[in-house]
């Protein structure tokens, strides 16, 4: 007779241009038992297409579907009978705001204090709501958990944390947030896992969405995103950060409403915006040679990498470890070595066969700063979260 299912945890990963989603046994093992990805949702240039563990392509999907993807991959985990196994499900919020501070089960009060958050994430938040409501439509008693992007960041000092506003603003909470911290908290538990978790190191996190954080000891003490996640690098169709002014110039002398203003630096900006056909890395990196405008995005996106290394080397007083992750940063040798290119003075210098293959370590052997490449699972990060949460309950 063979052994009964072992319980399982369904985590729930839904970002600006991606779906992920994964089915965790929730035992210490924590067996993958399937996983997959809806990816370039929102990316213009390219179509959407989901996929599971099996390559088994679902359905071409529309941009901006976001709604359908979800409930598409709760159709598959049910289709799968994988529900009788589940006994709670992860979702991954990016704002947890002032309140949030750690992961939380989910109840109709939290809901309704996640949906005011929603104005600091539009493009997130919305969506990642949508998919605490499908799953609760469909099995209304299984537990959900919410685990904050931005927990992660909420110990960081107030020099990094505050802007330079009044007082009373920074006291209510218009401060830096910081995302992509399950992420983070990933890759420096990993780190440490294989005792290679350095005193000063910076991680990037390099994706449709971009960011990236400076740990002293694996805690964080800087990031790059702020109050939302519009802040910091140049993204996928995200500006970055922008002199204030531009915002109310564009406003007031170019005539711009307040949701084309927004729009201009949160869904038509960044690597779409500056090269006007994709805002998908890959894309751009292909058409390069032969076109200026994705040269200029790939050109600003890896300078404002290499900048904020330098500025993070100055805030840790030095710099022991650059570690890439996301998307990019995990893929992209190309980009890997041109972030690196002048940082050379910092003790940055990577071995190209090594970067090429994209080996753990990609730095050279006598560099004095370790350059490595760690694959982030959000997901298994989730699961964690869930886990801890329900054995303490």
């Known amino acids: 007779m063979s052994a009964p299912a072992s319980p399982c945890v369904l985590t729930l990963n839904s970002g600006s241009s ?24 929102a990316a213009t240039g390219s179509p959407g297409a989901a996929e599971i563990e099996d390559g088994e392509e679902l359905e071409r999907l529309r ?27 992860g979702h991954r919020l990016v704002h947890g705001g002032s309140r949030y501070r750690a992961p939380v089960r989910i109840t109709p009060a939290v809901l309704d204090t996640l949906r005011e958050l929603c104005g600091l994430a ?18 209304p008693t299984l537990p959900q958990v919410a685990c904050f992007d931005t927990a992660f960041h909420a110990g960081m000092p107030r020099v990094a944390q505050w802007y330079g506003l009044p007082r009373h603003l920074s006291e209510s909470g218009v401060v830096r947030y910081g995302f992509h911290g399950l992420s983070y908290e990933y890759v420096a538990g990993e780190l440490r896992r294989i005792g290679a978790l350095r005193p000063r190191t910076v991680i990037a996190h390099l994706g449709n969405g971009a960011s990236m954080c400076a740990l002293r000891d694996g805690v964080s003490v800087d990031t790059s995103m702020g109050l939302t996640p519009a802040g910091g690098l140049l993204m996928g169709t995200r500006s970055g950060d922008l ?32 090269s006007e056909t994709s805002s998908d890395m890959r894309d751009l ?8 405008r994705a040269a200029d995005a790939v050109a600003m996106f890896c300078y404002q990498v290499r ?6 080397a100055a805030a840790l007083g030095g710099l022991d470890a650059l570690v890439f992750t996301g998307g990019i940063g995990e893929h992209a040798a190309t980009i890997r070595a041109r972030v ?12 190209p066969v090594r970067n090429g293959r994209h080996a753990d370590v990609v730095s050279a052997a006598e ?20 886990r801890r949460l329900l054995g303490a309950a």
């Open 243 to 274: 002199d204030p002014g531009v915002l109310l110039y564009l406003m007031r002398e170019r005539g711009l409403s307040l949701g084309e203003a927004g729009s201009a630096v949160a869904a038509v900006g960044g690597l779409l915006g500056v």
């Open 340 to 351: 690196c290119e002048g940082l050379e003075h910092l003790g940055v210098r990577l071995d």
């Open 63 to 89: 941009a901006a579907e976001h709604d359908r993807a979800i409930e598409r991959v709760i159709d598959q985990v049910a289709e799968h009978a994988l529900f009788d196994r589940v006994v709670a499900v």
């Open 18 to 41: 991606s779906l992920k989603f994964a089915v965790y046994e929730i035992a210490a093992s924590e067996r993958l038992v399937t996983s997959g990805a809806v990816e370039r949702i």
């Open 122 to 139: 539009p493009e997130h938040l919305p969506q990642q709501l949508y998919a605490v409501v499908a799953v609760a439509r469909r099995a």
């Open 307 to 312: 900048k904020q290394v330098g500025a993070y």
């Open 367 to 386: 560099a004095a700063v370790e350059v490595r490449v760690v694959a982030t699972h959000e997901e298994l990060m989730i699961a964690r979260h869930v």
């Open 285 to 292: 990196l292909a058409r390069e040679s032969a076109d200026a």
